[in-house]
């Protein structure tokens, strides 16, 4: 992955260098702001309309005002993208409460500080090819997750744990009910039904996710977004990931212990073939 020369900050394009945050910044404080990742395939943003659906929602829950419209957030984001010419990576946008002297209420008089960027990345073939590891853990966030804030740290640590236990993936749960994972979401299938936390405020209510439903019902799969037990995913003949980042990567061992007959099952295979094609009318 590399990231690109030219920023947009605020209402203008700037190089990289160019760019100076302020230590009173609120998201540097409090992570007093709110964040979107979007892919980019073939030089054009993924799902637009349903990354601003969700920054807008998150942006009226913090309360902070949008400095513009999403139309003019779209066209801005697509210029940013041809000026730093990719053709497959991803924007990270980010919107803080603002600049102003640490305290706690809502400063009075204060201008969102806006900035995005890119970076180029291929997507992540192999690792849908091969499946990933996981590790299961307590669920410690807030009760907000359907929020794409820019507070993280309960994800970090547990992203960091995964990897420090040897595997590439946390599933986190909350007293035995599986949420999502630590940057994407989580579904499994068991008997050929496709099961998934329904997007209520204990998930963040993934673009991906959304995108795999509408491919699976296309697909005439039955699926139910009901919560499922740590013991479901246990059994699950397949178990899989959806994100902006990792696509759909199947999950292919789990505590240790092998997903199904510990490959790619075909459910997720079929799904992905889905996706590629949803990827390429794109172009
Ligand atoms: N994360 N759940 C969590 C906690 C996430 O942070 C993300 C995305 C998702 C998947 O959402 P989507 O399909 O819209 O990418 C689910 C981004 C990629 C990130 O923080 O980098």
């Known amino acids: 992955m590399s990231q690109s020369g030219w920023i947009w900050y605020q209402n203008e394009f700037l190089p990289r260098q160019a760019v100076s945050i302020s230590p009173d910044d609120r998201g540097y404080y409090f992570g007093d702001g709110l964040y979107e990742v979007f892919r980019v395939y073939n030089g054009l943003l993924f799902e637009p309309s349903a990354h601003f659906d969700r920054l807008e929602r998150t942006a009226k829950a913090l309360q902070i005002a949008l400095p513009f419209s999403r139309s003019q957030m779209e066209a801005r984001l697509?210029?940013?993208?041809?000026?730093?010419?990719?053709?497959?990576?991803?924007?990270?946008?980010?919107?803080?409460?603002?600049?102003?002297?640490?305290?706690?209420?809502?400063?009075?008089?204060?201008?969102?500080?806006?900035?995005?960027?890119?970076?180029?990345?291929?997507?992540?073939?192999?690792?849908?090819?091969?499946?990933?590891?996981?590790?299961?853990?307590?669920?410690?966030?807030?009760?907000?997750?359907?929020?794409?804030?820019?507070?993280?740290?309960?994800?970090?640590?547990?992203?960091?744990?995964?990897?420090?236990?040897?595997?590439?993936?946390?599933?986190?749960?909350?007293?035995?009910?599986?949420?999502?994972?630590?940057?994407?979401?989580?579904?499994?299938?068991?008997?050929?039904?496709?099961?998934?936390?329904?997007?209520?405020?204990?998930?963040?209510?993934?673009?991906?996710?959304?995108?795999?439903?509408?491919?699976?019902?296309?697909?005439?799969?039955?699926?139910?977004?009901?919560?499922?037990?740590?013991?479901?995913?246990?059994?699950?003949?397949?178990?899989?990931?959806?994100g902006t980042t990792v696509e759909v990567t199947p999950i292919i061992r789990i505590d240790g212990r092998p997903v199904g007959n510990g490959s790619p099952g075909p459910i997720v295979q079929q799904l992905q073939t889905a996706f590629e094609a949803a990827i390429s009318a794109l172009a």
């Open 78 to 242: 697509q210029e940013l993208i041809g000026k730093n010419e990719v053709t497959n990576g991803t924007v990270y946008m980010q919107i803080t409460r603002g600049e102003a002297a640490r305290s706690h209420p809502f400063p009075p008089y204060v201008e969102p500080v806006l900035m995005a960027h890119t970076s180029v990345s291929e997507r992540p073939l192999d690792m849908m090819r091969r499946g990933i590891t996981a590790v299961t853990a307590d669920d410690i966030r807030w009760l907000r997750c359907d929020l794409k804030t820019l507070n993280l740290l309960p994800n970090i640590l547990a992203k960091q744990e995964a990897l420090d236990r040897g595997a590439d993936e946390v599933i986190l749960h909350r007293s035995g009910t599986v949420t999502e994972c630590s940057a994407s979401n989580i579904m499994i299938v068991k008997n050929g039904v496709l099961r998934t936390h329904p997007a209520n405020h204990l998930i963040l209510h993934g673009v991906t996710r959304l995108v795999v439903l509408r491919l699976a019902r296309e697909l005439g799969l039955p699926l139910l977004e009901e919560p499922f037990t740590l013991e479901a995913l246990g059994q699950a003949d397949e178990a899989f990931l959806t």
